[in-house]
């Protein structure tokens, strides 16, 4: 994984249900605005916003943007 700003924590990573991709479960735990280029992954096709189901929300974006406190789940398509 790139190295990531001091205030997102990675609660977790794991497979994603289809077995194509890693799913991570991101917080923002400082209370500050927090971005992270989803292109510094790694030999990573796209990356998608998911919801806990896995279904996505946000499909191939480019960066991850997470507000004060905010939680969100990111699939890895390898």
Request: glycine share 4%; aromatic share 4%; proline share 6%.
């Amino acid at each position: 994984l790139p190295e990531m700003p001091p205030n997102i924590l990675l609660v977790e990573a794991r497979p994603s249900h289809d077995a194509n991709g890693v799913v991570l479960h991101l917080r923002e735990i400082e209370g500050k605005s927090a971005r992270l280029d989803a292109r510094s992954f790694k030999g990573v096709r796209s990356v998608d916003v998911v919801n806990v189901l896995e279904e996505a929300m946000e499909s191939q974006i480019k960066d991850i943007a997470l507000e004060p406190y905010e939680v969100k789940f990111v699939r890895l398509n390898l």
